[in-house]
Every structure is written in C-alpha cells, then in structure tokens.
T-cell receptor, first 111, second 114 residues
Framework: DTAVSQTPKYLVTQMGNDKSIKCEQN?????MYWYKQDSKKFLKIMFS???????INETVPNRFSPKSPDKAHLNLHINSLELGDSAVYFC??????????FGPGTRLLVL | AQSVTQLDSQVPVFEEAPVELRCNYS??????LFWYVQYPNQGLQLLLK??????LVKGINGFEAEFNKSQTSFHLRKPSVHISDTAEYFC????????????FGQGTTLQVKP
C-alpha cells in the first residue's frame, strides 16, 4: 500500500512548456506539502494545504500553482518552465506538526 | 527564525564502526526534531523524531538520537554501521507556527566503506 504517491516519477520537458505533477495520500492526514530539492540536495518547502486551504506559500514564482481538490490530493502545476526549475519535487503529508510522510519524488529536467 | 545546521557535509566510516552525525538547531520556542534518510533516487524516510518526553530517542535500523536543549543539538548515532546505511541524512525542525512546515539542514552524506 503506497502511503504518498506522485506521478510522474520522471519528467523531461522543454523550456516554456507547462506541466503538472499529481500527488495522493491515503494516510488520512490533514496537511499536505510540496518541497523542492535542488541539485545540492537542499530541501525547501514551497506550499502547504490544510484541509484544502492554502496555509503556506513560500517565495515561489507565480508560475507555480498548487491545487488541492480534496484532503487526499495536492497537485502542482508549473507554467512556462525554466531551466532553473530542474529539481526533484517531493509531495508530503502529515498531521500538522507531527512527522511528515514523503512521496518518492518527481525528477523534473527542463531542457 | 528557526534554522538547522548539519555540521558535516560528508562522513566516511568503515563498516561496523560507530558513527555520529551532528545537528544543531536554533529556535526560541519549543521544537519538534526529526531525522530523515534518503537513499539514492528515493524519497525521504523517517528515522526518528523527538516531540517531547525522553531526550533519548530510538529509531529504525538501529539509529538513535539525543535531544540536548542546553546545547540545542540533536545528534544521530549508530553503534555499528552497515554498507546499506550509505545514504543522505537530513535533520529537520518543525516550524513553531503549527503549520507542520519542516526546516531542513543541508544534509550529511554517510559513506560506509568495507
């Protein structure tokens, strides 16, 4: 049973394209997150939703737009992809301040 | 603002030797602390967490960590490492805003050699 799943696992695309990453959790958690891991493996939060409400929106370009249709899903849409968007994007979920469960990651490469 | 510093970017160690990965944090309020492990091309897996109570926390795969409030540290230890422990290890603190936001350290690469 996959706790936090993401699709796709790999994403290779051209600059200027628009792409989406989907995330689903079956843990019954009330909070979901998107984290970005850069080429130096540094992890930083991008967004967080609690019960479908956006509660964290870090300094992220407007080209990134999260959407949470329900408590179990959190998607990330990226417009006009740039070379610097190449990274690994992790979805995670938790009961607020307790430990987060992470998905396997989506490896995005922008050419 | 809270921050996490992992004092070693790489730790090489021989198999069956003990290891300590160091983590210091800064926070003016009570914190929740975590250690995660990331194997190559995989997601993050929780090793252990400190929320409250006993300052010595035991986790999976034989790892343990000690919360030291006076030194603001949360070092990770294992008495005898295996080749399979080779991975990236991340220390993290939960943001005091009650949002569940994790602030990560820079990571420590543990290289276990035969």
């Amino acid at each position: 049973d996959t706790a936090v799943s993401q699709t796709p696992k790999y994403l290779v695309t051209q600059m200027g394209n628009d792409k989406s990453i989907k995330c689903e959790q079956n843990l019954g958690h009330d909070t979901m997150y998107w984290y970005k891991q850069d080429s130096k493996k540094f992890l930083k939060i991008m967004f967080s939703y609690n019960n479908k409400e956006l509660i964290i929106n870090e300094t992220v370009p407007n080209r990134f737009s999260p959407k949470s249709p329900d408590k179990a899903h959190l998607n990330l849409h990226i417009n006009s992809l740039e070379l610097g968007d190449s990274a690994v994007y992790f979805c995670a979920s938790s009961h607020t301040r307790d430990s987060a469960s992470f998905g396997p990651g989506t490896r995005l490469l922008v050419l | 603002a809270q921050s996490v510093t992992q004092l070693d970017s790489q730790v090489p160690v021989f198999e069956e030797a003990p290891v300590e990965l160091r983590c210091n944090y800064s926070s003016s309020v009570s914190v929740y602390l975590f250690w995660y492990v990331q194997y190559p091309n995989q997601g993050l897996q929780l090793l252990l967490k400190y929320l409250s109570g006993s300052t010595l926390v035991k986790g999976i795969n034989g790892f343990e960590a000690e919360f030291n409030k006076s030194q603001t540290s949360f070092h990770l230890r294992k008495p005898s490492v295996h080749i399979s422990d080779t991975a990236e290890y991340f220390c993290a603190v939960s943001d005091s805003s009650n949002t569940g936001k994790l602030i990560f350290g820079q990571g420590t690469t543990l290289q276990v050699k035969p």
